[in-house]
């Protein structure tokens, strides 16, 4: 006896529902910056090409299929940091995480990463046997790094060492491919060193130091390359922007599938789909003027 095709695809969708499991997601943390907290778009997370409003479930399903993943960060902002160890173990809950990269870790630090996991639990002065640099704030990457080293997975420098970038300040290298190389990426990146130099950089040194931004993106594509997949890699958000950053030197690696790029960014802030395929809008830090103080020497 034939059913009707109708009955068919019914009882197939059902059975496909009756498949599926729910995973249960760790809490997501509350917010600690004390600005834009009555911000409309506090938490929202959207999608750029089609502008929907995802749930962080619908988030994680969506990274979870891919073999690498870009999150780009404020380096300051502490709800990106409980963010990143949130999806860190959010993602875990539907695949195993192969793979860590962190902007913040640098080759010569690589051998301590590792001596530091072989052992049955963590020392207490973790920053002391890593050598942590202190430009980075321990009180905020630490719970990122302190639950990395707990997994099974490894934890990757992604950085350039402290002599490679006194090599490519000296003598910048002639950077490969045709995506990184573009007009278009390099005048966006130029302002980009200007206003992190509060203007005060001399314009002849400017090439220079666009080498040396362009040779850390080459460095983080080649190393999330190399990484056992699912890879992760954090990184502040000029880093993984898909217009300029280590998108660019992937394509230009031969790699044809993008990975998605996930922004963490303050309310308020403007983030195109150019630059990412996904916004996540956290609470602020405080408006600051960074440069004051370098202004006052000149």
Known sequence: MFRPLCCVVL?????????QTHVALPPLP???????????ELGQIRELSSGRVLSPEQLVVR?????RVLVGEQHDNPDHHALQVWLLRALGQYRPQGSLLLEMLQPAQQARVEAVRQQAQLPANVPDELRWQKGWDW???????????????????????????????RQPPVLSGRHS????????LAEQVRDSHCGLLPETQLPAMLAVQQQRDRRMAERLLAAPTPSLLFAGGYHV??????PQHLADLDVHEAPPVLMLAQVGEVIESGMADYVWYTAALPAQDYCASLRKGH
């Open 241 to 246: 922007r898909k217009d300029i950053g280590v």
């Open 30 to 40: 509350v917010w600690q910056s004390p600005e834009g907290l009555e911000h409309a």
């Open 181 to 188: 190389t573009a007009a278009a990426v390099r005048q966006v």
């Open 139 to 169: 009180a905020l990457y630490g719970p990122i790094v302190e639950e990395a080293l707990k997994q099974p997975y490894p934890l990757l420098a992604a950085n350039l060492d402290d002599d490679e970038v006194q090599r490519i300040y």
């Open 63 to 67: 990274l979870a299929r891919a073999p």
């Open 11 to 19: 009882v197939l969708i059902m059975g496909l529902q009756g498949c």
